[in-house]
């Protein structure tokens, strides 16, 4: 026994200097279903020995403050963050959806979603300002030796607080403020790159360009009222010239939630690193009783539901439909909904609070997940295999969905159809019985598990490597420093022009010159 503890012991010692190694990681997090995936890469970093500090909102509805993996920060704040926020924008989403033409309904996810944007970019305005304005808490931050800032930029205070710390800067990203990622750093032509919000595939006809256009300048309009609200702090904290979005797009490593399995090919940079389905994993068995149901459907197999962290109860008259759809199939169903029981459900229909969505999308018997098309959720359904109804709510939810059923995974339904005319039950059984979804599922499935090192793995090296080497600053293209006429060689253009032209110029008057020398002469003669 003795010797046992001295084993440990000394493994022990060995041990310690390589924990001693581990970083030490203040995480700026954005809050609600971004907090889910960060919450993920936060474990992983723990067990690799890191020590992680988190600065959250007092009012904070995902972030615990009492975790065995990190420490906090709390900050008081009073504004508008805070669940209630979430769940009234959702709710009158999902009535206006259901009775909207599709051009309204386009018109209110894009112009309609601007107000929305901008008030929570308000809220985090106050919880930045505050955590500044705390001199003590400033103090703390900057004693602790922090190897790197971790964030997540859909909300802009991690880059700020990087600058006013003076640390590098790593992203857990797939939106920056307002837009997709990839438009503030790489090229990105709107011919063939369809803008999130846009519902386009990446082969567009001449129209479905024109709507790319115009929903890419919707999202620039965001970007820039989003901009001002960031632009104010850094204007009182930073001193004078100090360009928001040019410190935003600064970050040394950009971990994408996207893959190229699951998005469509782009121009890219050497600091973007893909993690596409890090969070995945290899199914688990499940709960017993769970898996007695799951064992009960036979050959039928079974259909999951969900929609998501932010959608717990949906109208009653929908709800019912839904349900009722259910009892008319012979799988059964799990579904997780908090609301009240829909008087339609049938006994093949389990109605949960929570469910192990992965473990399920991994269990063989599960046939279809019904879902809202939240990145997590499509990227999980990608990654087992499982094809999918889509049921899209707001923001990038439909495109999401839209890049599944572009490749014959998936079938879109809008909250404004899925509850007429049996449009729910049809896509179910047209799902259930067509087995082309399913292989194509699996086909995607093969090719994103198809990579040298998982996505976490990618994902961990890069933040390790940012560590080791004080930054990233050797992968940063000179581009993020450059005017707009400079990086489109306006100026240049306008040079070699106006070259050009005073070459035509002098010739011109050149020829001119000895025309009339040649020819005065002749005059003279006469
Ligand atoms: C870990 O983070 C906490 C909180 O910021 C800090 O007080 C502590 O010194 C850090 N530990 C190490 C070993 O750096
Ligand atoms: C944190 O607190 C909540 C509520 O008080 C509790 O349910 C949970 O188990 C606690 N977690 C840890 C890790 O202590
Ligand atoms: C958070 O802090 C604000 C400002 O101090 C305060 O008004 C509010 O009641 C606090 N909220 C919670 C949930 O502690
Ligand atoms: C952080 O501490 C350094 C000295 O260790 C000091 O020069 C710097 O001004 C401090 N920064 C802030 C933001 O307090
Ligand atoms: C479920 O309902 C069907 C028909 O309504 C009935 O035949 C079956 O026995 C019921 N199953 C259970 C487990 O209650």
Redesign the pocket.
């Known amino acids: 026994m003795r010797l046992i503890y001295l084993c440990s012991a000394l493994l022990l010692l060995i041990l310690l200097p390589r924990t001693c190694q581990g970083g030490n990681i203040l995480v700026f997090p954005t809050e609600g279903s971004h907090w889910i995936n960060m919450d993920i890469l936060l474990q992983a970093l723990h067990s690799r020995g890191h020590n992680l500090t988190i600065i959250r909102a007092n009012k904070s509805w995902y972030i615990k403050d009492n975790s065995t993996y990190y420490s906090t920060y709390t900050v008081p704040v009073d504004s508008t963050l805070e669940k209630e926020f979430i769940i009234r924008v959702v709710s009158e989403i999902i009535d206006f959806e259901r009775g909207a033409h599709p051009l309204m309904s386009f018109l209110g996810s894009t112009v309609g979603m601007l107000g929305t944007i901008v008030e929570a970019h308000e809220g985090v305005h106050e919880f930045v300002t505050t955590m500044l304005d705390d001199r003590e808490l400033?103090?703390k931050l900057?004693?602790t030796k922090f190897d790197l800032v971790l964030t997540d930029p859909w909300w802009g205070g991690g880059a700020i607080l990087a600058k006013?710390?003076?640390l590098p800067l790593v992203y857990n990203v797939r939106w920056l403020i307002a837009g997709e990622a990839h438009f503030g750093i790489a090229p990105s032509p709107l011919s063939y790159i369809p803008v999130t919000q846009s519902r386009c595939t990446d082969k567009m006809t001449f129209f479905q360009r024109v709507k790319n256009v115009i929903v890419h300048l919707i999202s620039q309009t965001q970007i820039y009222l989003v901009n001002q609200i960031y632009q104010k702090i850094c204007d009182k904290y930073l001193g004078p010239n100090n360009d928001f979005y040019q410190l935003m797009i600064d970050a040394d490593i950009w971990l994408m939630r996207v893959d190229f399995v699951f998005d469509y090919p782009r121009p890219t940079m050497p600091n973007v690193v893909y993690m596409g389905g890090f969070q995945c994993k290899p199914a688990k068995p499940l709960p017993q009783h769970l898996e007695e149901f799951v064992q009960s459907s036979g050959e039928h197999g079974v259909i999951i539901m969900s929609l998501g962290t932010f959608v717990s109860e949906l109208p009653a008259d929908m709800a019912n439909e839904i349900a009722a759809a259910f009892a008319k199939l012979p799988q059964k169903v799990i579904w997780r909904y908090k609301g009240s029981r829909p008087s339609t459900l049938a006994n093949n229909t389990l109605l949960v609070d929570w469910m192990p969505q992965n473990d399920l999308l991994g269990h063989p018997k599960v046939k279809v997940f019904v879902a809202h098309g939240g990145t997590n959720g499509v990227q999980e359904a990608l990654y087992h295999g499982v094809p999918v109804v889509g049921i899209p709510l707001f923001f990038d939810q439909y495109d999401n969905l839209i890049r599944l059923e572009d490749r014959g995974g998936a079938k879109i339904l809008t909250l404004s159809t899925v509850d007429k005319d049996n449009n729910f039950l049809r896509a179910l059984r047209q799902i259930l019985n067509e087995p082309s979804y399913r292989m194509n599922m699996q086909r995607l499935s093969r090719l994103h598990r198809d990579q040298p090192i998982t996505p976490m793995d990618n994902a961990l090296f890069w933040i390790e490597f940012v560590m080791r080497h004080k930054g990233a600053a050797h992968l940063k293209p000179a581009s993020l420093r450059m005017s707009w006429y400079s990086y489109h060689s306006v100026d240049v253009a306008l040079f070699l022009g106006g070259a050009v032209l005073l070459m035509l110029l002098s010739t011109f008057f050149l020829i001119r010159c000895l025309c009339n020398a040649m020819c005065k002469p002749k005059v003279k003669r006469e």
């Open positions: 400033i103090r900057n004693d006013y710390l003076n």
